[in-house]
């Protein structure tokens, strides 16, 4: 069973950064493109960033030149590097790979607010 289990969200100024993790288990982890979505209050879920198995990242506009995705293989582990947060960033955060075709975690919450 695919279990995905995101942390590192807080509340946090604009301009600060923050680094989410994402542990995955019960998967082939080094096969699937992964990525980060986020759902705000009232909005639809979006992807964010995705990271193919052999490195290739891609990005929504809005989040280019701030966030970086990453993976570490040994560790089954997805991470997003998020810099000079905006307050329009503040979402519940999510990884799945790209298709989305896992369960989803219980996400973690990032605020962004001063």
């Known amino acids: 069973q695919v279990r995905l289990v995101e942390s590192g969200g807080g509340l946090v100024q604009p301009g600060e950064s923050l680094t989410l993790s994402c542990v995955a288990s019960?998967?082939?982890?080094?096969?699937?493109?992964m990525g980060w979505y986020r759902q705000a209050p009232g909005k639809q879920r979006e992807l964010v960033a995705g990271i193919t198995p052999d490195g290739i990242r891609n990005y929504v506009e809005s989040v280019k030149g701030r966030f970086t995705i990453s993976r570490d293989y040994a560790k089954n582990t997805l991470n997003l590097q998020m810099n000079s947060l905006k307050p329009e960033d503040t979402a519940a955060y999510f990884c799945?790979?790209?298709?989305?075709?896992?369960?989803w975690g219980q996400g973690t919450q990032v605020t962004v607010s001063s």
């Open positions: 019960g998967m082939l982890f080094s096969s699937y493109a």
């Open positions: 799945n790979s790209r298709s989305g075709r896992f369960s």
